[in-house]
C-alpha cells in the first residue's frame, strides 16, 4: 500500500484545503488519474494519482485543511488485473502517465472515477425523463459548500451551475424558511395586549422579526485567507502615500472603439484596460523606482532597494474565492495585441479557478481597475513586495471645461496611484501618474517614450 502525501504545489505554499474528492474507496486509479481538488493560497488545483491501483482510504475529509507532506489517501495494489469480455486484461508496462504499454491482446475501455463536479438532474422529476449533466466549476462548488447548500439540489439556468444559481437558490431557501417561520407566527401568536406609555417595550414578536435571516459564519481559507494576510501584512511593512489624477480619456475611448474593428485584434477582447496597461508600462521607463522592492538589510548588511529589470504587470482580479494577482510576464515588451490576449486570458483563467502557482509568482507592480464596479477610485494597498499600485476608476461622461474655456461633455476617469514611501518620493509619484494620464488623454504621445 502506497500513501500519497500533500505535495508543495507552488513554491512556498505550506498548506492547502482538500475541496472535493474524485474518487471514492474502492475505485482502481491508473498514474495520472485526478484524485482530488484542493485550494491553496493561490488557486484551485486538481492533484493527479502518482500511483496505479485501488483507492483503500481517504485520510483527510473535505474541507479540511492540512500541511504540506500530510499524508491524504491511501492507494493499494490491485488484488487482480481487471477482466474483459474475452478473459483477463494483460499487464502493462509502466510509463509516465496513463495506463501504459499494453504488451499484447485486446482491452476493454476502463471505467474512469465519477466527476464529483458533475450533477446529475431529473427533469420534471419522473423516472423516465432523460438525464441531464451539469457541469459545476469547483470555486462555485465551493461557494455552495460554505452556504451549506447540496448543488445538485440547485436548479441550472445552463449547462453549468452559475454562481447566480446558487446565489438564487440560497436566496429562495431563506425566504422560504423565514416566510414558514412567518407564517407560524401568525398563526400562534394572540393578539397583543395594549402598553401603557410606563409600560416597558420589549423585542416584538411579529412575523417581521421572526423573518429576520440567521447569520452565517464563513471560514476564512484558501485564496481569501492568503489576501487576507497579505492585506494586512503589506500595510504594517511599508508606509503607504496615495496620489490622485482626473483625466480626459475620450481620445483612449476612441482609440478603442477604432481597435474592435482592427482586423489584428479579431477575436480579441479590447477595453481601456489595455490601453490603461500599455501607458503603465511606458511610464515606468521613466520611473523604475515604481517597479521596484525593498530589501531589510540584516545585522551589518544595509537594506537595499531591487529595481527589477523586468515589468511583471499584476492584474487584480475579483473571483468567487477572494483577490487573486496574475501577472503578465515582461508586459513591456509585448505589443497592444498580445497585452490584450494575455490580459484576457490571465482574467479568464483566474475567475474559473485555474491559476498555477507561476501565473501569480514574480509580480513587480499592480493594476487594478476598480472602475468595473462603478466606483468613481479607491486607495489601493500595494501588493506584498512591491512599490506601487495603479487604481483606475470608472469612465464616466461628464461636463469638462476644454482650452477655449468652454464646457464640454467628455469621457473621464480618476487615477490613484499607491506607492512605497520608502523608495519612492512624492515628485517620482507624480510624475508616474502624469505620464499615464498624459497618454489616457492622447495615446499618440506614447510614441516619444
Not at 500519497?4 to 495520472?32: C, H, K, Q, Y
Not at 490571465?346 to 501569480?360: F, H, K
Request: contains cysteine; glycine residues 8%.
Amino acid at each position: 500500500m502506497s500513501e500519497f502525501v500533500l505535495p508543495d504545489v507552488g513554491e512556498g505554499l505550506t498548506e492547502a484545503e482538500i475541496v472535493t474528492w474524485r474518487v471514492a474507496v474502492g475505485d482502481t486509479v491508473a498514474v495520472n488519474d485526478v484524485l482530488v481538488e484542493i485550494e491553496t493560497a493561490k488557486s484551485v488545483v486538481e492533484l493527479p494519482s502518482p500511483f496505479a491501483g485501488t483507492v483503500t482510504a481517504l485520510l483527510v475529509d473535505e474541507g479540511t485543511t492540512v500541511p504540506v507532506g500530510t499524508p491524504i489517501i491511501a492507494i493499494g495494489d490491485t488484488a487482480e488485473p481487471p477482466t474483459t469480455e474475452s478473459g483477463p486484461e494483460p499487464e502493462r508496462e509502466p510509463t509516465l502517465v496513463g495506463y501504459g504499454v499494453r504488451r499484447s491482446g485486446p482491452r476493454r475501455r476502463r471505467k474512469v472515477p465519477v466527476d464529483l463536479g458533475t450533477v446529475v438532474q431529473l427533469h420534471g422529476g419522473h423516472e423516465h425523463d432523460v438525464h441531464r449533466r451539469i457541469r459545476v466549476k469547483p470555486p462555485v462548488r465551493k461557494l455552495a459548500k460554505d452556504l451549506g447548500i447540496d448543488v445538485a439540489d440547485v436548479p441550472a439556468s445552463g449547462p453549468t451551475v452559475t454562481r447566480a444559481d446558487v446565489e438564487a437558490f440560497a436566496a429562495a431557501r431563506n425566504g422560504a424558511n423565514a416566510g414558514g417561520a412567518a407564517v407560524a407566527v401568525a398563526a400562534d401568536t394572540e393578539p397583543a395586549p395594549e402598553i401603557s406609555p410606563a409600560a416597558p417595550v420589549t423585542a416584538p414578536t411579529t412575523a417581521l422579526a421572526a423573518a429576520t435571516v440567521s447569520p452565517v459564519r464563513v471560514p476564512v481559507r484558501g485564496v481569501r485567507k492568503a489576501m487576507a494576510e497579505a492585506m494586512v501584512t503589506s500595510v504594517r511593512s511599508a508606509p503607504h502615500a496615495t496620489e490622485w489624477l482626473t483625466v480626459d480619456v475620450s481620445r483612449t475611448v476612441d482609440l478603442v472603439a477604432r481597435l474592435h474593428q482592427d482586423r489584428a485584434f479579431e477575436g480579441t477582447r479590447v477595453t481601456p484596460t489595455v490601453v490603461v496597461a500599455k501607458a503603465v508600462c511606458l511610464a515606468l521607463r521613466h520611473t523604475p523606482t515604481l517597479n521596484a522592492a525593498w530589501i531589510d538589510g540584516s545585522g551589518e548588511q544595509p537594506a537595499e532597494v531591487l529595481m527589477h529589470g523586468s515589468v511583471n504587470l499584476g492584474l487584480a482580479v475579483a473571483t468567487d474565492r477572494g483577490l487573486v494577482v496574475p501577472n503578465v510576464k515582461s508586459a513591456e515588451h509585448l505589443s497592444m495585441v498580445e497585452l490584450a490576449r494575455e490580459i484576457e486570458r490571465l482574467t479568464s483563467v483566474a475567475r474559473a479557478g485555474g491559476l498555477q502557482p507561476s501565473d501569480q509568482a514574480g509580480g513587480t507592480f499592480t493594476l487594478t481597475n476598480v472602475g468595473v464596479f462603478g466606483i468613481d477610485a479607491g486607495t489601493p494597498i500595494l501588493n506584498v513586495g512591491e512599490s506601487g499600485i495603479l487604481a483606475v476608476g470608472a469612465i464616466q461622461r461628464r461636463p469638462w471645461v476644454s482650452d477655449d474655456d468652454t464646457i464640454v461633455p467628455r469621457w473621464v476617469t480618476t487615477l490613484a496611484v499607491s506607492f512605497d514611501h520608502r523608495i519612492v518620493d512624492g515628485a517620482e509619484a507624480a510624475r508616474f501618474l502624469t505620464d499615464v494620464g498624459d497618454i489616457l488623454n492622447d495615446p499618440a504621445t506614447a510614441l516619444t517614450y
